[in-house]
Every structure is written in C-alpha cells, then in structure tokens.
C-alpha cells in the first residue's frame, strides 16, 4: 500500500480531514489529535465541534459540560437535537424544544429529521416534514424497531397529562 502524508496537503485539506474524522467518531480524532502537534491544534479549534456526534461518544465516558456547552455554542446538530429533545418533553417548552429539533433537522442530523416530524405530525397534525425523510433512513428505522422489539405507546395521553390535542380530538 503506498503511503500517502496527510502533511504533505494545504492546510484547508488537512481541516476538512480533522472535521470529517470528528463526525465520525471520538476514537478516530482522538487517534488523529495524538499522531502530531499540528493534528492536535486542528483537532482542538473550536469550529471542530460543530462536527461531534456526541451521541456517538461510548457510554462508558462522561462528556465534560464545558464540551457540551462549546458544542452548543457551535451549533452542534446533535447537541441542537440534545437540547430540542430536553426542552420539548422535560421542560414542556414546546416552541423552543420544536425550534432546535426543526435547525438539527435542517443541518442534515438524520434522528432528528425522524423525530422533528413525527413529534409536528403528533402534537400539530403537520405532515409536511414527512416529505423530507429519504426512503433508506425510513427503512433503517423501520429495521431498527423490528429488531429491537420496543413497546409503542398507544395512548399518547401518557405523554401528556395535560389534556393536549392530537390532530384536532381532545383526549
């Protein structure tokens, strides 16, 4: 195999190289970051994690809050979906929750594509966002709940107790 420097590229390269290993996984850029000092100063800018998939960071180790918060701040789609989640279903702030949930979807965060629109089609009886999920990721989920066996909820007043509406009927 010949072997080909990563140093020997521009430097916009070498910066895309740390983002997409970034979005791939934690291991990877943390392999990346220990291979020299000049990876290790691209891995460690801050723009970088606008690239982590924090939900794909091992359960195993804790993420500090200050990364979680840079991520944020960068606009993380998946932090953005963190969050969107948090606000929506713990906090109740529907508007906001649905806010961050509707700017991961539109950077791309495939779960939260999924979620965006089944929670608008659930609580708002809006279809629309529907149109937008690829056909593979619809089989992916659908692979995934087939496999895993979950329990679906019937009764969406579970969720809420607070009288909601589901697509016009009171519950």
């Known amino acids: 195999m ?3 420097p990563i140093l020997e590229m521009p430097e916009e390269i070498q910066v895309l190289v740390v983002e997409c290993v970034a979005g791939n996984s934690f291991q990877d850029l943390y392999g ?10 691209f891995a460690d800018r801050r723009s970088v994690c606008h690239f982590y998939d924090v939900l794909s960071v091992p359960w195993g180790l804790n993420i500090p809050a200050e990364l979680l918060k840079t991520c944020y701040a960068e606009r993380n789609p998946s932090t953005l979906y963190i969050k969107g989640i948090q606000f929506f279903f713990s906090f109740r702030l ?4 649905i ?15 999924y979620t965006h629109a089944i929670t608008r089609e659930i609580f708002w009886c ?13 089989d992916r989920i659908g692979k995934l709940v087939r496999s895993v ?11 809420w107790s607070d009288n909601v509406s589901a697509c016009g009927t009171l519950m």
Request: with cysteine; charged share 30%.
């Open 2 to 4: 010949k072997y080909f």
């Open 32 to 41: 990346l970051r220990a291979s020299c000092k000049l990876m290790k100063a």
């Open 94 to 97: 529907k508007e906001e929750g």
């Open 99 to 113: 806010s961050l949930m509707k700017r991961a979807a539109d950077a791309g965060y495939e779960r939260t594509v």
């Open 126 to 138: 809006d279809g629309q966002y529907f149109a937008g999920i690829p056909r593979e990721t619809v």
């Open 149 to 159: 066996k979950w329990g679906w909820v019937a009764n969406v007043q579970i969720l």
